[in-house]
């Protein structure tokens, strides 16, 4: 059975939806993921526009603002939720390493 | 000294890998394109080392909306240092004369969903319909050349010859579907892992097939002429 849409999230998914916790402008992401990640995590400007698309036809975000041909977005609240679970995942995931690790060097 | 040239290149509609290295090779040797109509058009520039990127947008119309949204990506693009040299119906070429540009696809899932969505729309179709078309000629030729031997009539160089051409319109659509999914299915797979699986170069084979075709169509009219001219 195929896995939903945005059951996990990629990193790019996960920082894109990051900046959005605040309003904030489509274009401006491209300089924040690789800021906020000290240049680990790029998102190319395709899959910046591919992925905004998506996020709002999920109802994911909102659009806020619209300037000229700037547009702003933010979080909605099935957006934080889903933000927030790939979160509680990459943390538990997190932890689980760290059990698995701290058992080996106490043995 | 040109100032432009036309080069004619058969590349696939999806093969943006063999597309992308003939322009940057182009670039090196001075020429940067400006469109594509019945083949690439070029204009001289100084020769450097540039980076293209063929991305495809499927969604595109002529109303207003999808023209801003059009509008809208290429603003991102430019944003990140890619300017727009020409757009195709969905098939939109940008390059760079960054260093190091962020690539404009950066997930290869997206980027294969796209080309598929792009190719659904315009030459899968059109290779569909050539399929039949092709059938259906073949399917017309084969009772023609029946009726002439239930006549006990020989059959003349002309309907072998119409026949190989039906054949041939079959046999180019069909294996442009089968190279294009043959890909895709490959693509797919290698995307979940984080790779875009490059893109199949067959110009040589289209080229030969080509001339193959068009050499049977010039033979055709010079065989059935000389076919009525024995009958009188």
Known sequence: MPRAKFHTLTEQMF??????????????????????????????????????????????????KVEGRRRSYILTPKGLTMLKNEYERIRAQSEDYRKVFREEESK | MKHTKTCIRLFAFYDRTNLEKFLAEQSEQGWLLTGISLGYEFRRV???????????????????????????????????????????????????????????????????????????????????????????????????????????????????????????LILLPLLELISYYLWYNRAKISALHGDFTPTYNHTYFRAVFLLLFLLILLLMPIVGLYSILILL
């Open chain 2, 46 to 168: 100084q020769p450097r080392k540039r980076h293209f990127c063929v991305v495809y947008f499927p969604k595109i119309s002529k109303d207003p909306a999808s023209v801003e949204r059009q509008q809208q990506f290429w603003d991102y693009c430019w944003h990140s240092g890619w300017a727009l040299l020409t757009a195709n119906q969905q098939m939109h070429i940008f390059y760079s004369e960054l260093d190091n540009p962020i690539p404009i696809e950066t997930d290869p899932v997206l980027e294969v969903e796209n080309i598929h969505k792009s190719a659904k729309k315009t030459h899968l179709s059109i290779f569909y319909f050539e399929l039949f078309i092709g059938i259906f000629q073949l399917f017309m030729q084969i009772k023609r050349i029946n009726l002439v031997v239930q006549r006990h009539s020989p059959v003349g160089a002309f309907e072998i010859l119409a026949l190989v051409c039906f054949s041939m």
């Open chain 1, 15 to 64: 920082y894109i939806l990051l900046c959005l916790k605040n309003e904030c402008y489509g274009m401006d992401i491209l300089d924040r993921v690789p800021a906020m990640t000290n240049g680990r995590v790029t998102v190319g400007s395709g899959t910046l526009y591919n992925l905004l698309e998506q996020f709002l036809a999920e109802g994911m975000i909102r659009q806020t």
